[in-house]
């Protein structure tokens, strides 16, 4: 199950109406006017006509709305590593990312539970149950079929990467900022699109984030009618909270369940830290700033989703969590992940602790622009949680050609180390490598002349 825009929609007419790839992503940023009037949602329903074919294969990047790897590689290793057949015991479940979870939820058990009662005919296997992986916003999805709709009889685990269960606060910069600005003659604006999606209310955090003028925390309807959130829609921001709550009241009930308890599914969070996260929302004098810290405290996340959100509310101190220094958009394709979801999926005998425990190894922080203007070079900014050591960068165009690696120069005075690249136009992968530490990755355009 894939996250916020990791589905490509079709309409009523078979055109494509949101398929970004790596090939032509550029193209579609500067074109994408026409596709984001027919993606708005005008009314609550089953989403005029659109439609989910497949899951995006390939890098999608809408500069200050989203970045993706795609699903491809995780698509893949799984199917690989696990000897699954497509189609069969390995289902994709792309969906309308713009409706309301709950839509999609009850399309999630309409699916599911049609491919499991013929995979035991085919198998012979009547106890067989799912494993479920949902990326973002996708494991929101998984947790309302398997909490309150019943799931959790016939699903064995669910495995959660980099979902905001306590929502994100990105959101908020969607509804209240719009889209990302200053991307030159080719500035778009998808502030209408999102403020109809239901989805996106959705992935608002349920937490109180909100400081008002110096006050007490608030939450986001609590802010919203204090009129600090001028674009928020303050019933809309309750109704998507009590979409949260939905599924803590059902977790909390099946959990007396003496079933539940016995054979429920089991959650593991795969949660990414070490990434600049904004974690609070800061009003003063009428004027909005996202914050990277909650109450002057930083812990980080994976660039859109805070750490303290990528874990339910209801899970034990004792239950071991999957860390990642990784970004939101790669960490599906991440080898930590993927290296962790086989180790699960298989019960094999493997030491994760160098992927579970920050401790175990060094990580890596990494900052760069989404878009670098012509003629402008691409800078590079990364750090290692400890130690000193050399930061190695490579930077592969996903259209083909060569790769450019250096190492990174320490700045005077300060633990950050920087390198500036100029590069020729298209998509370009950044990844910062050290000894001792896991790989940090993200996706850059560079503009074409």
């Given at each position: 199950?894939?996250?916020?825009?990791?589905?490509?929609?079709?309409?009523?007419?078979?055109?494509?109406?949101?398929?970004?790839?790596?090939?032509?992503?550029?193209?579609?940023?500067?074109?994408?006017?026409?596709?984001?009037?027919?993606?708005?949602?005008?009314?609550?329903?089953?989403?005029?006509?659109?439609?989910?074919?497949?899951?995006?294969?390939?890098?999608?990047?809408?500069?200050?709305?989203?970045?993706?790897?795609?699903?491809?590689?995780?698509?893949?290793?799984?199917?690989?590593?696990?000897?699954?057949?497509?189609?069969?015991?390995?289902?994709?479940?792309?969906?309308?990312?713009?409706?309301?979870?709950?839509?999609?939820?009850?399309?999630?058990?309409?699916?599911?539970?049609?491919?499991?009662?013929?995979?035991?005919?085919?198998?012979?296997?009547?106890?067989?149950?799912?494993?479920?992986?949902?990326?973002?916003?996708?494991?929101?999805?998984?947790?309302?079929?398997?909490?309150?709709?019943?799931?959790?009889?016939?699903?064995?685990?669910?495995?959660?990467?980099?979902?905001?269960?306590?929502?994100?606060?990105?959101?908020?910069?969607?509804?209240?900022?719009?889209?990302?600005?200053?991307?030159?003659?080719?500035?778009?604006?998808?502030?209408?699109?999102?403020?109809?999606?239901?989805?996106?209310?959705?992935?608002?955090?349920?937490?109180?984030?909100?400081?008002?003028?110096?006050?007490?925390?608030?939450?986001?309807?609590?802010?919203?009618?204090?009129?600090?959130?001028?674009?928020?829609?303050?019933?809309?921001?309750?109704?998507?909270?009590?979409?949260?709550?939905?599924?803590?009241?059902?977790?909390?009930?099946?959990?007396?369940?003496?079933?539940?308890?016995?054979?429920?599914?089991?959650?593991?969070?795969?949660?990414?830290?070490?990434?600049?996260?904004?974690?609070?929302?800061?009003?003063?004098?009428?004027?909005?700033?996202?914050?990277?810290?909650?109450?002057?405290?930083?812990?980080?996340?994976?660039?859109?989703?805070?750490?303290?959100?990528?874990?339910?509310?209801?899970?034990?101190?004792?239950?071991?969590?999957?860390?990642?220094?990784?970004?939101?958009?790669?960490?599906?394709?991440?080898?930590?992940?993927?290296?962790?979801?086989?180790?699960?999926?298989?019960?094999e005998t493997l030491d994760l602790r160098m992927f579970q425990r920050a401790e175990d190894a060094g990580v890596l922080t990494l900052k760069l622009d989404d878009v670098v203007m012509p003629g402008d070079a691409l800078v590079v900014r990364a750090r290692a949680s400890e130690g000193n050591p050399k930061l190695q960068v490579t930077l592969t165009p996903l259209a083909g050609g060569e790769a450019v690696e250096d190492t990174l120069i320490r700045e005077q005075n300060g633990d950050w180390q920087i390198g500036e690249f100029a590069l020729d136009a298209?998509?370009?992968?950044?990844?910062?490598?050290?000894?001792?530490?896991?790989?940090?990755?993200?996706?850059?355009?560079?503009?074409?002349?």
């Amino acid at each position: 199950m894939p996250g916020i825009t990791g589905s490509v929609l079709v309409n009523e007419a078979g055109q494509e109406v949101w398929s970004p790839s790596a090939s032509v992503v550029w193209r579609t940023i500067t074109n994408f006017g026409p596709s984001v009037t027919d993606l708005e949602l005008t009314a609550a329903g089953d989403g005029d006509g659109v439609t989910a074919s497949r899951l995006v294969p390939d890098v999608t990047i809408v500069p200050g709305l989203i970045k993706i790897e795609g699903y491809s590689r995780i698509a893949k290793y799984l199917v690989r590593q696990l000897g699954l057949v497509d189609g069969e015991n390995f289902i994709p479940f792309p969906y309308d990312w713009r409706l309301d979870n709950r839509i999609n939820a009850e399309r999630l058990k309409a699916l599911a539970m049609d491919k499991l009662t013929a995979w035991r005919q085919t198998s012979g296997n009547a106890d067989a149950k799912l494993i479920l992986i949902g990326h973002s916003m996708g494991g929101l999805i998984a947790r309302y079929f398997v909490e309150v709709l019943g799931g959790w009889t016939d699903t064995h685990r669910l495995l959660t990467l980099a979902t905001p269960h306590r929502g994100s606060l990105n959101a908020v910069g969607f509804l209240e900022q719009g889209m990302k600005k200053g991307i030159g003659p080719f500035g778009v604006d998808l502030s209408p699109m999102l403020r109809s999606l239901p989805s996106v209310y959705q992935l608002l955090p349920i937490y109180p984030c909100v400081q008002i003028d110096g006050g007490d925390m608030k939450r986001i309807a609590e802010a919203a009618k204090a009129g600090a959130l001028p674009h928020i829609v303050e019933h809309r921001a309750t109704a998507a909270r009590a979409f949260h709550q939905a599924i803590h009241d059902a977790q909390a009930a099946n959990a007396k369940l003496d079933a539940y308890r016995d054979n429920g599914p089991a959650l593991v969070p795969f949660i990414g830290i070490e990434q600049p996260t904004m974690q609070s929302v800061q009003v003063a004098n009428g004027v909005l700033k996202l914050l990277q810290s909650y109450n002057n405290d930083d812990t980080g996340g994976d660039g859109t989703v805070p750490r303290v959100s990528g874990r339910p509310i209801e899970l034990s101190k004792d239950v071991r969590d999957v860390y990642a220094a990784e970004t939101h958009g790669a960490i599906q394709n991440a080898d930590g992940t993927l290296a962790n979801l086989r180790g699960i999926l298989t019960s094999e005998t493997l030491d994760l602790r160098m992927f579970q425990r920050a401790e175990d190894a060094g990580v890596l922080t990494l900052k760069l622009d989404d878009v670098v203007m012509p003629g402008d070079a691409l800078v590079v900014r990364a750090r290692a949680s400890e130690g000193n050591p050399k930061l190695q960068v490579t930077l592969t165009p996903l259209a083909g050609g060569e790769a450019v690696e250096d190492t990174l120069i320490r700045e005077q005075n300060g633990d950050w180390q920087i390198g500036e690249f100029a590069l020729d136009a298209g998509v370009w992968r950044v990844s910062v490598q050290a000894e001792g530490a896991m790989p940090v990755n993200d996706l850059v355009v560079v503009a074409s002349a």
